[in-house]
């Protein structure tokens, strides 16, 4: 008789030690440079304290969650997307306000940025309602559920505000749609939905940023000032979908059959996209806009919305090969380096580890992201296979857009470099996720 493993024994036969081997060494890098980070504070041990009780609350939370059949949560997926709104409406009314966003609870020594939790939730509930529905996903209805689902947890985000949080959520949803086998095109109307709601408050920023360029261009010069009109996006808007319409009529006319229904997709997209837009133009201060844009040319603003670049690429660039060492580097030590334990650690481990620590670094969130999609790629069904892949999704999202941040490629979004930066939240939503994957991992060959 074959003798059945228990839990711990299936633990340690079916658990990605990969996984595991690459995020124990991204926890040993974060805190050896979140101590040199604040060491210019006076209080390193401070802040190492609070990281290290956010570890240990993650640790409980991910071996809970590994323990935990993470197939419970596509049975709960209803009670789960209940959760997680009350979870984003409990922080308007009672979290504490932070550099003006209200969207954190407040526990005296740490704090808890429900927000964080919440992402995990959603990809946990989209990946349910995706595999459920997966039959469906060629019809539009199917896309509408989608967009209800993720335009709730968007317009709470947006009331604290936190415009930087819901970033994750798109690359996220389309990938999963992507996978569920959505049309490409609606993925792109998807694309043009959110690049509309993110660019259109953006671009009056840049044009007027753009000083010397906007004098020697007189339409330029036009555009900016007819960019604060309410009117001129409305009209903007009416010719685009004119001439989506009008090409469509065109081309009915010369018998290239195409139906009505992709015209009309791309045309409220648009108009969503725009509508979208005022909400985030409202959220966005008028620094932060700036710091959005501002990456494209650094200079124009070097002492106030381009300094945080700046000062970041000097930093990665005088660590050269081998880096100037522990508590050794410059703009680090001597204040220059803003944000350097959270947003811009990694131009820390640049400035101080050299080319080869963040080499090693990325080649760790590789091994990382690899194997988190090989677990997708073995899970038992197509729910865990979702959720692996959204949350392979979510991290590397993260680590692209932090690193393209802090070496000047990227647009200063205000996001963390997970595993890495200093924030007990997003210490503790990590490692939950890393909980979930194990779950995922430990059972490809059993259902419980």
Known sequence: MIQEKNFFQRLTSNIDWWLVFAFAVLMLISFITIYSACFNYGTPLKYLSVQF??????????LFLTSLNYQYFKQLDKVVYVLSLVLLVSVLIFGSVKRGTRGWFDFGYISLQPVEIAKIMFILVLASFLDRKAKEAKRVSFLISVFAILISHLFLIMMQPDFSSTLSYFPVTLVLLFMIGVQPFYLLCIMVLGSLAICIPLLETFLNMQLQLLQKEIFLTNFAIALKSSWFGVYIALTVLFLIIGSWWFLWKLRVKISIVYPVVLCVSILLGCVASIPVEKSLKDYQRKRLVVFLN?????????YNIIQSKIAIGSGKFTGKGFKKGTQTQLGFLPEQHTDFIFSVIGEEGGWIIAQLTLFFYFLFIWRA??????????YGSLVAVGLATMFAFYVVINIGMVMGM?????IPLLLLSYGGSS???????????????LRRYTYY
């Open 53 to 62: 009780l956010a570890f240990g609350l993650g640790v409980v939370g991910l």
């Open 298 to 306: 650094p200079k124009v603003d070097p002492r106030g919305s381009g």
């Open 373 to 382: 999609l090989t677990i997708a790629k073995e899970a038992r069904d197509r």
């Open 410 to 414: 990227m647009p200063v979004t205000g």
């Open 427 to 441: 210490m503790l939503s990590s490692l939950c996720a890393i909980g979930i994957l194990c779950s995922i991992s």
